[in-house]
């Protein structure tokens, strides 16, 4: 079966500091990654994904991920966290016709 | 443009009830999903259409559930007589094709007491 895991509940940064919020997975075949970013009573927004072609993607609001076929990881970061980047995050996967499924999603905290 | 849209934002129903929860995807989109997302994890597929079929209803977890999109735009996901355990934020995302990025709407929260 397909999965994606995201092995942390919670990630704490200090602001300016580089953030990364892991994620691996477990797809069959090639897989199609995608990160997506929920604010409070806001739905999911989408911020990157992976198809095909290079290993680092870049997204919206300065973040990006790097796709890992060995480490089967999808890792999102930024170099630089704000405040405002305080939200929960879900990396998702699918492949060939297969569901897209999610993690269970990382609260990211954003300390000033 | 428009984003995806749901309605109602909040609805809550007694055990036994019959429900309806609409979603109208972006337009242009042919590809729509039925997600459900409760508390603490991450949004678990119920089903996905493309066009007017629906294409895979493997994750409707029992009869009780079922979703139509007639004209291939607005769908609606039907619950009948509800449980208190299918209380949850129900979502709705569209695509422009299947494979590609999903924007979801703002979701339904049901409760059911």
């Known amino acids: 079966a397909q999965s994606v895991a995201q092995p942390e509940d919670q990630v704490n940064v200090a602001e300016g500091n580089p953030l990364t919020v892991k994620c691996t997975y477990s797809?069959?075949?090639?897989?199609?990654l995608f990160w997506y970013v929920q604010y409070p009573n806001r739905g999911l927004q989408f911020l990157l994904k992976y198809i095909t072609g290079d290993n680092l993607v870049k997204g919206s609001y300065g973040f990006e991920a790097e796709f890992n076929k060995s480490q089967t990881s999808f890792h999102l970061k930024k170099p630089s966290a704000l405040v405002s980047d305080s939200a929960l995050y879900f990396c998702?996967?699918?492949?060939?016709?297969?569901?897209?499924?999610f993690g269970k999603g990382t609260r990211l905290s954003v300390i000033a | 443009g428009a984003g995806v849209s749901q309605t109602p934002s909040n609805k809550v129903t007694e055990k036994g009830k019959y429900v309806e929860l609409r979603c109208d995807p972006i337009?242009?989109?042919?590809?729509l999903y039925w997600y459900r997302q409760s508390l603490g994890q991450g949004p678990e597929f119920l089903i996905y259409?493309?066009?007017?079929?629906?294409?895979?209803d493997s994750g409707l977890p029992n009869d009780r559930f079922f979703a139509v999109r007639p004209e291939g735009s607005v769908s609606t996901l039907k619950i009948q007589r509800t449980e208190r355990g299918d209380s949850a934020v129900y979502l709705c995302a569209s695509s422009l094709r299947q494979g590609r990025e999903q924007y979801f709407g703002p979701g339904t929260r049901l409760t059911v007491t």
């Open positions: 337009s242009g989109h042919t590809a």
């Open positions: 259409f493309q066009g007017t079929g629906a294409a895979d």
């Open positions: 998702a996967g699918y492949s060939g016709n297969t569901p897209l499924v």
């Open positions: 797809v069959s075949g090639n897989p199609y």
